[in-house]
């Protein structure tokens, strides 16, 4: 039910993106693939492997993650930067702020957001502090990141935050994930076989969380603005809900690692960007030797397709563009399976059906039916690993499998 709602929400375009990854992989290539054991990968090794058909997935699906990653990015980088030279010159052209022409409703709003406002030298000194304790404390959880390298990361994530914040209020795409791929690869690469993977998974997820607060923050204080909120209440909101979340959060992930088996590729819970991150530490380690064979004339051809869909979304005219698939979304099913891309299409197809029976009560209730579908479905969750841990099982249980393996 939560695909199902999630569809409802979601653009047809992702959806059917979804589905044609989906047949693409799983319809086409894996069983084409699969009849080349023993040819591109050896007929003993585990499916799990990296070496076999497992290979293919993860190493394809990340090609098609970094392609469309890259092409946004450097999008997005370069439409900042544009936007900001463009209002720079305007204002130096027309020698005065553009509050002066703004509405009296807007000047008003700008007038209460800035009567709290926050020093600077809290900013500053607030950052400093927290690096210090992050140079202090995540060597010491993870001794494989050493101290200075968190260093360089906290010298160069004002900059990278600064970028992403602007970029995300203007296109509305944090691309915080791109940066942290970025550190991924770098840090992988540093540090070397012994202590890579674990190096470059954490420091990506230092720049990654630094990055990212900064779009965060920048949305939420626009929020404020529009509301007549007081930054510092914002602020302040921010630091009890982050306080919170540092209990709460590990205590659910616990949870659901103790009652379902989390990252199983062929349990309920995959985590398949969990694979994917490794995999992609085990890539800026080791190389390219990582790969199965003709794996990486594979991973060349979807990166510039990733590119070439982007590409060609943009320059081309809006009604045709609007079909070209979205690279992103057709990475998952790559790697997932088909399961979750049929439930999303089913959404997508509800919402089909119910615009062309009703459109003006369409519009008004699929949000609400959808939010019923993913809250409905995501309360049970707490009482299902209660269940789970309580060791409780479902008297009666049904599968469909192939007739070969019965």
């Not at 209002?87 to 702020?97: E, I, Y």
């Not at 390219?288 to 590119?307: D, K, T």
């Not at 519009?363 to 479905?377: E, N, Q």
Request: charge should be positive; charged fraction near 15%; aromatic fraction near 12%.
């Amino acid at each position: 039910m939560t695909y199902i709602g999630a569809g409802m929400i979601c653009s047809h375009l992702v959806n059917l993106s979804l589905l044609l990854g989906a047949v693409l992989s799983w319809g086409v290539m894996w069983p084409l693939i699969s009849e080349k054991k023993g040819d591109w990968f050896p007929e003993n090794i585990k499916e799990s492997s990296m070496k076999s058909l497992n290979g293919y997935k993860v190493f394809i699906s990340i090609a098609l993650i970094l392609g469309d990653g890259l092409y946004n990015f450097l999008k997005t980088l370069l439409f900042t930067m544009r936007s900001m030279y463009s209002a720079f010159n305007k204002r130096n052209l027309l020698g005065v702020s553009s509050d002066e022409n703004q509405p009296l409703e807007d000047v008003r709003r700008n007038e209460v957001f800035m009567r709290e406002t926050i020093p600077f030298w809290v900013a500053c000194v607030g950052y400093v502090l927290f690096a210090i304790i992050s140079i202090i404390t995540i060597p010491i959880t993870f001794p494989q990141l050493k101290w200075y390298y968190i260093l360089i990361a906290y010298i160069f994530a004002p900059s990278l935050g600064f970028c992403n914040a602007y970029g995300t209020g203007l296109t509305d795409m944090n691309m915080a994930y791109n940066y942290g791929k970025v550190a991924l690869f770098v840090l992988a690469s540093l540090a070397g076989k012994d202590n890579g993977v674990v190096a470059g998974l954490i420091g990506c997820g230092v720049i990654k969380s630094i990055v990212s607060i900064s779009s965060d923050l920048m949305h939420d204080f626009k929020t404020g603005h529009l509301t007549l909120t007081s930054p510092r209440t914002m602020l302040l909101s921010q630091g009890i809900g982050t306080a919170i979340g540092c209990i709460v959060a590990p205590l659910t992930f616990f949870l659901f690692y103790k009652a379902f088996d989390v990252g199983n590729p062929n349990g309920e819970y995959k985590a398949p960007y969990a694979i994917i991150y490794r995999n992609m530490a085990i890539l800026g380690v080791e190389g390219f030797s990582a790969l199965p064979q003709h794996c990486l004339q594979l991973c060349y051809g979807f990166f510039v397709f990733a590119i070439l869909a982007n590409l060609s979304r943009d320059i081309m005219p809006k009604k045709f563009g609007k079909w070209v698939p979205v690279p992103m979304a057709m990475a998952v099913p790559f790697l997932v399976g088909a399961y979750f891309a049929i439930d999303m299409c089913v959404g997508s197809l509800v919402v089909y059906v119910w615009h062309r029976v009703d459109s003006r009560k369409a519009k008004l209730m699929v949000p609400a039916v959808a939010s019923g579908l993913i809250c409905g479905d995501g309360l049970w969750i707490l009482p299902s690993s209660i269940l789970a841990l309580a060791k409780i099982r479902p008297p009666i249980c049904m599968n469909f499998s192939p007739r070969k393996s019965l």
